[in-house]
Structure formats: C-alpha cells, structure tokens
C-alpha cells in the first residue's frame, strides 16, 4: 500500500519549535519591557516619596532645603528622560531653591568682625568688612504643603500608570501561554498524523 504525501500538507516538530521562538520572541520582548518601565517606575515613585518626606520634616525640624534640592535634581537626572512628568512636577521646585540659594551666594560683604591689633597700633584693634556667610534657604509651611500636594498626585498619576502596565504584562503572559499551548496542540497533532502514515506504509 503507497501514500502519496505531499510536503506541504505536514508540519514537522521542528518546524513548530521555529514558529513558537519566532512567535514568543516578540512577546518576550515586550514583556521584558514592560517590565523594566514597571521597576523603573517604582523607583521613581519611591524617589518623589522620599522628597515628600523630606519636605514634610522641614516643617518640624526647620532645616534648610539644601539636602531637599539635591534629591530633586538626583531624581530629574535620574528618571525625567524616561517619565518626562517626572521633571515637569520637580523642575519648578529646582528652579527656584537653585535662584534662592544662588542669591544667598551673591550677597555682598558687609559684616563687621572685630580683629585685634596685637601690636597695639590702632586702640587695641579695628573692624574690618568680611562677606557675609548665606543665610539658610528654608520654605514656609503653606509652600511645603503645596509642594507636597504637587508631589503626591504625580505619584498617584505613576501609580495607577502601573496598574495599566501590570495589566500589559499580564496579557504578554497570556499570549506566551496560548502560545505553547497553540505549538503543544500543534505537535501533538504532527506526532499523532506521522504515526498514522508510518502504519499505512507498513
């Protein structure tokens, strides 16, 4: 008894492992991607709580905003490129503690420190004009709070981007799963049409 089969009608093991990788190789990709937005994310989130909570102890501990200022442009540096809202809600606060602080700097000299004069020449001493040292940058509570307020709905806004994102990753993970499930079917449904064209040759 003779078959005549023809090559086209009959699909190898080999031919549906290349077709999965080519299939699944995309989707692995994207999800690997979506992955990494996903952390990178959460980084930056908890970067902007961390300068929340530094914000929120200058108003009991009444420090200066240097520390605060360098978190803020650390956290610009670090995530506005890949979540550009990032910069938009910080860049304002940077801008100004950098005008602040740089107007600190430029004061003129114009305190009086008392130098002794050990050679007694001038009356025992005499005062001279050094620069004045900067003054601390501090922000009031009112403009705390609505920096705060600022910081706190963009987290919010990150959040609920990452619920979207989870919910990417979730549906890449069911198209690798229909996927393998599609070339598990598949070969078994070769393994099961070789088989029968093997017992119709013998």
């Known amino acids: 008894m003779s078959s005549n089969v023809s090559g086209s009608n009959f699909i190898s093991n080999s031919e549906i492992l290349i077709w999965m990788q080519e299939k ?17 994310r959460a980084h930056a989130e908890d970067a902007l709580n961390d300068i929340k909570n530094q914000l929120l102890e200058m108003k009991t501990n009444g420090e200066d905003a240097a520390a605060v200022n360098a978190s803020i442009h650390q956290t610009i540096d670090t995530y506005s490129k890949e979540f550009p809202e990032v910069g938009k809600v910080l860049q304002g606060f940077a801008d100004e503690l950098d005008e602040r602080f740089a107007a600190e700097a ?3 000299g114009t305190e009086q420190v008392w130098v002794e004069d050990k050679l007694r020449t001038v009356a025992g001493g005499y005062y001279i004009t050094v620069g004045a040292d ?14 705060t307020k600022a910081i706190g709905d963009k987290v919010d806004a990150l959040s609920k981007q990452d619920q979207l994102g989870l919910i990417n990753i979730q549906e890449f993970n069911a198209q690798l799963s229909q996927a393998k499930q599609t070339a598990s079917a598949l070969m078994d449904s070769s393994d099961k049409t070789a088989n029968t064209i093997i017992n119709h040759i013998a």
Not at 24 to 40: H, L, Q, V
């Open 24 to 40: 699944t190789e995309g989707i692995y990709g994207n999800m690997r991607g979506a992955m990494d937005t996903s952390n990178s």
């Open 106 to 108: 430029a004061k003129p």
């Open 134 to 147: 900067a003054q601390p940058v501090k922000l009031e509570e009112k403009q705390i709070d609505n920096w």
